[in-house]
């Protein structure tokens, strides 16, 4: 089995401040883990993975995030917000194998907003 | 080029009909998906397809019965439609056979509106 929990469905940023988008992660089997952004009545786009390998992951746009075995944690951060960066971000989990396999488990999302 | 594309885009329907959403990748993949997005942005794995054979089901109703002809194609059909129906519904794709790992490419959406 496995689950993801967003803390914080609404998280509210100045331009030019760091993002932290807060994810946790339960999972029976290894997990593989994965942040998604939403825009506005858009599909969704990979942000990053963390497949077993670094556990400092860069994705796009300026994005990273970290996995922590021992807190079962996956956050996202940015340095810097944009005001292009205001979307919904999706935190999901999947397993490396057995019934996980393929499966994407994805948090409740957080809603980010971006002020001038 | 559109990587994984989805029709219609928009859906609007009375209780009781039966509709499809059809659904199509380019990127050579040999599995696809539908999850359904609820109201309140929840989005759950609803079918998975590797190579046209059922590989994930998960709680559905009967109601709905995905259909893929070839590895590119996986489309969705939903009889007797129901309000608790209307919600967006994703396509995805992976590719299987490169690893565990495989990042699942996602369609625009199909938003489906049931009155």
């Known amino acids: 089995a496995q689950s993801v929990t967003q803390l914080g469905s609404h998280v509210s940023v100045s331009e030019g401040a760091l993002v932290l988008l807060r994810c946790n992660y339960s999972?029976?089997?290894?997990?593989?883990l994965f942040w998604y952004v939403q825009y506005p009545n858009q599909g969704l786009q990979l942000l990053l993975k963390?497949?077993?390998?670094?556990?400092l992951v860069k994705g796009i746009n300026g994005f990273e995030a970290e996995f922590k075995k021992s807190e079962t944690s996956f956050h996202l951060t940015k340095p810097s917000a944009h005001m292009s960066d205001a979307a919904e971000y999706f935190c999901?989990?999947?397993?490396?194998?057995?019934?996980?396999?393929?499966?994407?488990?994805f948090g409740q999302g957080t809603i980010l907003t971006v002020h001038p | 080029d559109t990587a994984v594309s989805q029709t219609p885009k928009y859906l609007v329907t009375q209780m009781g009909n039966d509709k499809s959403i059809k659904c199509e990748q380019n990127l050579g993949h040999d599995t696809m998906y539908w999850y359904k997005q609820d109201s309140k942005k929840f989005l759950k794995i609803m079918f998975s397809?590797?190579?046209?054979?059922?590989?994930i089901n998960e709680t559905v109703p009967n109601r709905f019965s995905p259909k893929s002809p070839d590895k590119a194609h996986l489309n969705l059909h939903i009889n007797s439609l129901e309000l608790g129906d209307s919600a967006v519904y994703f396509c995805?794709?992976?590719?299987?056979?490169?690893?565990?790992?495989?990042?699942?490419?996602f369609g625009p959406g199909t938003r489906l509106l049931v009155l």
């Open positions: 963390y497949t077993s390998a670094a556990t």
């Open positions: 999972s029976s089997v290894p997990p593989y």
């Open positions: 999901a989990v999947s397993g490396a194998g057995g019934t996980s396999y393929g499966k994407l488990t």
């Open positions: 397809y590797n190579n046209k054979e059922l590989i």
């Open positions: 995805a794709s992976s590719s299987r056979d490169r690893g565990y790992e495989e990042t699942q490419y």
